[in-house]
């Protein structure tokens, strides 16, 4: 099922941080959003999963207005949402198991061999086995990263957010994580949305892109048409890297 | 913010702490956790400051009678209303409003700071019913304890500096002890430690859950200053208007 947001705009003090935008992230895809940093990127998405209320404009899951509803009708949406965050935002108290059963524990009927089934099933998956017991501050950064999408996948949402998930992890970390979010979208069909200024990221796993610029879509399209568009902002962005411009000269 | 929109906001977040919970399970399972962290860990510091007190109160007292009218017993008299009126309750829990008030502010801005506290309002969890309600009502129902077992020891505390210095013996101090007792002031003293108790737990509570995250550890450290000066304060407004009314 797809979100679609329409023309939301966002201002913090008299300051606009997003100025209308709208697209559709699509069911069974990567979509990303991408641009620099203090674009508006994060101020979308926490405007998506309803952190922020939005000023104006409607954020619509699977047909449902979510902007419309109140914290209680949101309820039946947010359990079908899954969220990585940045820093992971794992449970420090908790041990691994409990961080993943943590959902399962407050909105299923399960019994507790269920829950413990379904938590090794969602850390077996992250490649995480015999884990459970640690505690995230004796994993590593990629582990924790691991464990939340764990957690994020444990009631089988319909909609995962992933803010940044390769900030503070190496590169060959990044592709596991990369490579991850986009198998279990696969795999669930799940309508997933990745925010990222990683352009490893964008070349790994980018199906659907907004580029965000000053609270505007900017540009809309794929990890393909990104790397042969002639808009200038968008060039700038890509080949900023030292990298990316030698890459540009070789194909060229 | 002003002072009256940080009351608005405070009532607000009372009245979303004491929303039904999700579970009841979890909240009994976080609540018996909560009385672990707030009250359980904090009986060693009581017992010791307790102790002292009440030694250093029959000390006082004694050394500031030097009249022969005055008899032996009052300074277990004097000891016993000062420990049960005000040191018990009063004293113990501003020094509980540092200790588990600082604790509290840092655990939930450090929640904020890390985005835990969104990621469990994304999964749908009311995320100050899940956080704040256990505190209150484990602080509700420790507090009452703790001030109970602060009397008793502050009174052994007196009775043993008292007898091993030789300023007073058992039997008087004893009887000074039980010299015109009043059950009421007990009442007294534990009904003003559940407002206490109640405040301690939700001032903390409020400068955690509402710290600016852009602040970083800076901000997060003010929210436990500003949380134990401002818990002080209504501890002592508190303490005023409730003796006022019950014992004038």
């Not at chain 2, 109970?148 to 039997?171: D, F, H, K, R, V």
């Amino acid at each position: 099922m797809s979100i679609i947001v329409n023309n939301i705009q966002k201002g913090f003090n008299g300051t606009e941080i997003l100025k209308g935008i709208s697209f559709e992230f699509e069911p069974g895809k990567t979509n990303l959003i991408i641009g620099q940093s203090g674009s508006g990127k994060s101020v979308l998405t926490k405007c998506i999963v309803g952190l922020y209320e939005v000023d104006k404009g409607e954020v619509i899951y699977g047909g449902e207005n979510f902007s419309a509803m109140n914290k209680a009708e949101r309820k039946h949406i947010r359990t079908q949402i899954g969220m990585l965050f940045q820093g992971s935002a794992l449970f420090d108290s908790y041990s691994v198991e409990q961080n993943v059963m943590f959902p399962l524990i407050m909105f299923s009927d399960m019994s507790k061999e269920e829950m413990i089934d379904r938590v090794n099933f969602c850390l077996k998956r992250v490649q995480l086995e015999n884990k459970n017991h640690l505690f995230p501050s004796e994993i590593s950064g990629g582990m924790q990263k691991r464990v939340a999408i764990a957690r994020a996948i444990a009631l089988n949402p319909k909609y995962l957010f992933c803010d940044e998930p390769n900030s503070g992890l190496d590169p060959k970390t990044s592709i596991v994580i990369d490579n991850l979010i986009h198998d279990l979208t696969k795999e669930y069909n799940m309508t997933t949305v990745v925010i990222t200024h990683d352009m490893n990221s964008v070349m790994e796993i980018g199906e659907n892109i907004m580029y965000i610029h000053k609270g505007e879509n900017w540009w809309t399209g794929d990890k393909h048409s990104i790397v042969t568009t002639e808009n200038k902002e968008i060039g700038d962005f890509v080949y900023a890297s030292e990298f990316m411009k030698q890459l540009r000269g070789k194909l060229s | 913010m002003n002072l009256f929109e940080h009351i608005g906001r405070f009532i607000l977040m009372i009245a979303a702490a004491f929303k039904k919970p999700e579970k009841w399970r979890v909240l009994g399972k976080n609540f018996i956790h909560e009385v672990h962290s707030i009250g359980i860990s904090s009986l060693s510091i009581v017992a010791l400051l307790s102790l002292f007190m009440g030694a250093v109160m029959v000390i006082q007292t004694a050394s500031n009678i030097d009249s022969v009218l005055i008899p032996a017993y009052t300074v277990g008299f004097a000891t016993r209303q000062s420990m049960i009126l005000e040191f018990s309750s009063t004293m113990i829990c501003l020094i509980l409003a540092g200790k588990v008030g600082s604790n509290i502010a840092s655990e939930i801005g450090t929640m904020r700071l890390t985005e835990q506290i969104d990621a469990l309002e994304v999964m749908g969890v009311n995320s100050i019913n899940h956080l704040v309600l256990p505190k209150i009502l484990a602080s509700l129902f420790i507090f009452p304890f703790i001030v109970l077992i602060s009397m008793g020891l502050g009174l052994i505390g007196g009775g043993l500096i008292g007898t091993q210095a030789g300023i007073i013996t058992l039997e008087k101090y004893i009887m000074g002890l039980q010299y015109y007792f009043d059950p009421f002031s007990i009442t007294y003293s534990l009904f003003k430690t559940l407002f206490f108790a109640f405040f301690i737990a939700t001032i903390p509570s409020y400068f955690g859950y509402y710290v600016n995250p852009s602040g970083g550890a800076l901000e997060v450290g003010r929210s436990g200053t500003k949380s134990v000066v401002a818990s002080s304060m209504v501890i002592l407004l508190i303490n005023l208007i409730i003796t006022y009314f019950l014992l004038l």
